[in-house]
């Protein structure tokens, strides 16, 4: 009998485990069965979506309509061109490259479930070449009929764990049969093979969730929703196992984030209370214009965090323009008037030399501590970064280390051994999502006295609440809604270059008009140039799938550099053009950006290095090249750079997407709103669940396999509230070591990282 730690070469031979462990890095029992049926087929039901994704693996079963054989045209050989009737309405077409060798399996009339990687030759109609494939027998014949073929000996794999007979054809007459996650060397009835042999040796698992719990929520014992998950017998059994698991996966979550939001509670900090007569009820008396209603609740929440003994743990989200800022200086002042210093951390240098200028013209003189005409309660405001000359740096680790900056504003730089803090009270995390926890501890650990900074965590992304709650769960959560005053609206269109080339070239005589009425634009690229072929667009960038093609030849996407030339000798010549990108020496970024901001720059040929955090009032028109290669996110966030003045704005999504497709309706969503929250549920939906907990960033299989962040809103409240009322009484969890070893299978190393980071 079997455990779920038992290693899968001991349950299925080695040669079925080094195929599993290969495919989808499986090891044990637990592995194998948390690889969860992605659907069931049906009598009668088609097996996968009717136009899944171009790329995609997938698996599909039906009746065989036309086999015919056609000779190659430029080599020897036959090609088998098969019709599946898979019930959807629209045969699959199917190509087989050794058609003399499968003609006498693969023909006309037989059912088959086949698997393969999808491609599309025209839109709507897609097919399967040289798909693997298992031949189902009929009602009246034997069980032990048998064909098989794909990438490998995938037979022999099939047959080391289902046995010397072969695959178990009869179980296809089910009524459910489970369809798996699939790769082209290990086929769904390959995985179901090995899974019904684990599944006849395990034995009885210790559930790991109490019995009143159970209980309460109707839930089936572990155990029997492994079982039931892959091989049910009624559509109730699917609906009861996943709600067992379902939990179980916001269960773990919930533990990691419960414990972590623990160990916080369980630090001590300097408590930093208003003071009526400080630097930061100055510059508040010096504002010129009034806060929204939304940042002085805010202020007044983070300043009561601050006067308290615990370490302030709280994110600040906002739409973009919404003045998050504004509101993050003023909490910084606070804790400077408590005598310690701030630190705020930036993801790019760009973003940290942008913030440097910001914070240092709104404060003025309260920022110029040692200068002549300083205010009484001045302090200084430094920049640290990792290209800056050796004296600027020099002088800005001294101003940290002795206590005269009050702010230090820098990137990672700000993390390395050589910083050190006289004491520093308060760390400010902007685009939380770019650092991780790893960071966030190493600049903990420059406070002195055993004590912890208080953190301020922004991001401009909005995020629904479900994915608050489960991402960032051990974080309290302010949020910004409103805009300024004199925000200006921003209208965008998206413009089909393809369709009219002519749209294009309006898109550049609409820059010189606005350039000649007194503003400024961007121009937005995807990618540097110097055929180096590679995206700068973070990673919510949209990239195509990968294929050997693809990767001899370049992108078909304007690159930055290619464009400022052709902007600055055609469309826009007359024009003053800058140049702004992420290889750009440190130096030359930050003289760029100076200039823009000064007006002395028209019109901005830029990456995404300007993405977040760049203010410039002035600029009124973004033009994205390629808009279909940038995520949803991204390009809510990039168009937030302009609409930041008086002047209404204008964003053109320039693109050679295909009316009609995914990337074409993505964009006309974007197009439609400026609602941060409503792009948010967007992308989400686009970009599949689990990537947001970091599967797209370490290349594992997806951490929610069942869990819906936004549909399972209920299931998380619940899994959260259990989860806190354990670890409050068993820190460590060291009394429910079955809750500790379901916590650490399901959300292992890589993804805790990435949770941090989310």
Same mark, same amino acid.
């Given at each position: 009998m079997?455990?779920?730690g ?6 299925l031979?080695?040669k079925?485990?080094d ?19 992605l659907?069931y087929?049906?009598?009668g039901?088609?097996?996968t ?9 997938v698996?599909v ?5 036309k086999a ?7 080599? !020897?050989g036959?090609?088998l ?5 898979? %019930?959807s309405?629209?045969?699959v077409d199917v190509t087989?490259f050794?058609g003399?060798?499968?003609?006498y399996?693969?023909?006309q009339?037989v059912?088959?479930m086949m698997?393969?990687?999808v491609?599309y030759?025209?839109?709507g109609?897609?097919?399967l070449?040289?798909?693997g494939y298992l031949i189902l027998?009929?009602e009246?014949?034997?069980?032990t ?5 794909g990438?490998?000996?995938?037979a %022999? ?17 089910r ?6 996650p699939?790769t082209?060397k290990v086929?769904?009835w ?8 684990v ?6 698992l210790d $559930?790991?969730?109490?019995?009143p719990?159970r209980?309460?929520r109707?839930l089936?014992e572990?155990t029997?929703?492994?079982r039931l ?6 559509r109730?059994?699917?609906?009861r196992?996943r709600?067992?698991?379902r939990?179980?996966?916001a ?8 414990e !972590? ?6 630090r001590?900090a300097?408590?930093c209370?208003?003071r009526?007569d400080g630097?930061?009820?100055?510059f508040?008396?010096?504002?010129p214009?009034?806060?929204?209603a939304g940042?002085?609740?805010v202020?007044?929440?983070i300043s009561a965090d601050?006067?308290?003994e615990?370490p302030?743990?709280?994110? &600040?989200q ?7 800022t504004?509101?993050?200086l003023h909490?910084m002042l606070?804790?400077?008037d408590?005598?310690?210093q701030c630190?705020l951390l930036?993801?790019?240098?760009? &973003?940290?030399a ?10 003025g003189?309260l ?24 004296a600027?740096?020099?002088?800005a680790l001294l ?6 900056a ?9 993390i390395q051994?050589?910083?050190e803090f006289f004491d520093l009270?308060?760390?400010v995390v902007?685009?939380q999502h770019r650092?991780?926890?790893e960071?966030?501890d190493a600049?903990r650990a ?6 912890s900074?208080h ?8 995020i629904p609440?479900?994915i608050?709650?489960?991402t960032l769960g $051990?974080l309290?959560t302010?949020t910004?809604?409103?805009?300024p005053?004199? !925000?200006?609206?921003?209208a965008s269109r998206v413009v089909?270059?393809r369709l ?6 309006r ?5 010189t008009?606005?350039v ?5 634009a961007?121009?937005v690229?995807s ?15 949209a990239k195509?799938?990968?294929n ?6 370049p992108?078909?996407?304007m690159a930055?550099?290619d ?6 000798a %055609?469309?826009l010549a007359?024009l003053?053009v800058g140049?702004l990108h992420?290889r750009?020496p440190?130096?030359e970024?930050?003289?760029?950006m100076r ?5 002395d720059v ?6 995404t290095?300007v ?8 600029a009124t028109v973004?033009v994205?090249l ?6 949803v996110?991204?390009l809510?966030?990039?168009?937030g750079r ?5 002047h209404?704005?204008l ?6 997407a295909?009316?009609? %497709?995914?990337?074409m309706?993505?964009?006309e969503?974007v197009?439609?709103?400026t609602?941060?929250f ?6 989400l939906k ?8 970091g599967?797209?960033q370490?290349g594992?299989a997806r951490?929610?396999r069942l869990?819906?962040?936004l549909? $399972? &809103?209920e299931t998380?409240?619940?899994a959260k509230?259990?989860?806190?009322t ?11 070591p079955g809750?500790a ?14 949770l941090?980071?989310?």
């Amino acid at each position: 009998m079997a455990t779920l730690g038992d290693r899968l070469d001991h349950l299925l031979g080695r040669k079925a485990a080094d195929s599993l462990a290969d495919a989808f890095d499986m090891h044990t029992a637990e592995d194998l069965l948390r690889h969860y049926p992605l659907r069931y087929a049906t009598q009668g039901q088609p097996l996968t979506a009717e136009e899944p994704e171009d790329g995609a693996h997938v698996t599909v079963i039906g009746r065989i309509t036309k086999a015919e054989l056609r000779p190659m045209r430029n080599r !020897r050989g036959s090609l088998l061109k098969v019709a599946l009737d898979t %019930g959807s309405g629209r045969p699959v077409d199917v190509t087989f490259f050794n058609g003399d060798k499968v003609k006498y399996v693969v023909k006309q009339g037989v059912r088959a479930m086949m698997s393969g990687t999808v491609s599309y030759w025209r839109p709507g109609q897609w097919n399967l070449n040289h798909p693997g494939y298992l031949i189902l027998p009929e009602e009246d014949e034997p069980a032990t009929l048998t064909s098989v073929r794909g990438a490998g000996d995938l037979a %022999g794999l099939a047959r080391s764990a289902q046995g010397a007979d072969g695959v178990d054809t009869a179980f296809f007459e089910r009524e459910f049969v489970p369809v798996y996650p699939a790769t082209a060397k290990v086929q769904s009835w390959d995985l179901l093979a090995c899974v019904r042999q684990v599944l006849a040796q395990l034995d009885p698992l210790d $559930d790991p969730l109490p019995e009143p719990v159970r209980a309460e929520r109707g839930l089936l014992e572990v155990t029997e929703a492994l079982r039931l998950i892959h091989l049910p017998e009624h559509r109730t059994d699917i609906d009861r196992a996943r709600d067992r698991l379902r939990f179980d996966e916001a269960l773990a979550l919930q533990l990691v984030l419960a414990e !972590r939001r623990h160990e916080v509670e369980g630090r001590t900090a300097h408590p930093c209370p208003p003071r009526r007569d400080g630097i930061a009820a100055a510059f508040a008396a010096k504002l010129p214009f009034e806060l929204t209603a939304g940042q002085r609740q805010v202020i007044d929440e983070i300043s009561a965090d601050l006067s308290r003994e615990r370490p302030t743990h709280r994110l &600040l989200q906002g739409e973009v323009g919404s003045g998050k800022t504004i509101v993050a200086l003023h909490a910084m002042l606070q804790v400077v008037d408590a005598g310690k210093q701030c630190a705020l951390l930036a993801p790019t240098e760009v &973003l940290a030399a942008q913030h440097h200028r910001s914070l240092r013209g709104m404060l003025g003189e309260l920022a110029a501590a040692g200068e002549l005409g300083a205010a009484e309660h001045a302090t200084r405001v430094v920049l640290l970064t990792g290209s800056m000359p050796a004296a600027a740096r020099k002088a800005a680790l001294l101003a940290a280390v002795t206590g005269e900056a009050g702010i230090v504003i820098g990137t990672h730089a700000l993390i390395q051994d050589a910083v050190e803090f006289f004491d520093l009270g308060m760390v400010v995390v902007d685009e939380q999502h770019r650092f991780g926890v790893e960071q966030r501890d190493a600049l903990r650990a420059k406070a002195a006295g055993g004590t912890s900074p208080h953190l301020l965590v922004m991001t401009a992304t909005p995020i629904p609440r479900t994915i608050a709650m489960t991402t960032l769960g $051990d974080l309290e959560t302010s949020t910004l809604t409103e805009l300024p005053r004199g !925000r200006s609206p921003i209208a965008s269109r998206v413009v089909p270059r393809r369709l009219h080339p002519g749209w294009v070239d309006r898109a550049w005589e609409r820059i010189t008009e606005e350039v000649r009425a007194g503003r400024q634009a961007y121009v937005v690229c995807s990618r540097i140039g110097d055929d180096d072929g590679r995206d700068e667009g973070g990673k919510n960038s949209a990239k195509p799938k990968k294929n050997k093609q693809a990767e001899k030849e370049p992108p078909n996407t304007m690159a930055v550099l290619d464009v400022y030339e052709e902007l600055r000798a %055609g469309a826009l010549a007359g024009l003053r053009v800058g140049l702004l990108h992420g290889r750009l020496p440190a130096d030359e970024k930050d003289e760029v950006m100076r200039a823009f901001n000064a007006g002395d720059v028209d019109v901005l040929v830029c990456t995404t290095v300007v993405e977040v955090g760049v203010d410039v009032p002035n600029a009124t028109v973004m033009v994205i090249l390629d808009a279909d290669r940038f995520g949803v996110s991204q390009l809510h966030q990039l168009r937030g750079r302009i609409g930041r003045g008086a002047h209404a704005s204008l964003c053109l999504l320039v693109t050679d997407a295909a009316p009609g %497709g995914t990337a074409m309706a993505r964009l006309e969503a974007v197009a439609a709103t400026t609602d941060g929250f409503e792009l948010a549920v967007l992308d989400l939906k686009q970009r599949r669940e689990g990537d947001v907990l970091g599967s797209a960033q370490s290349g594992t299989a997806r951490s929610l396999r069942l869990l819906s962040l936004l549909d $399972d &809103l209920e299931t998380i409240s619940a899994a959260k509230d259990f989860a806190r009322t354990v670890v409050e009484e068993d820190p460590g969890l060291e009394a429910h070591p079955g809750l500790a070893a379901m916590m650490r299978a399901a959300v292992d190393g890589e993804r805790l990282e990435y949770l941090a980071k989310s």
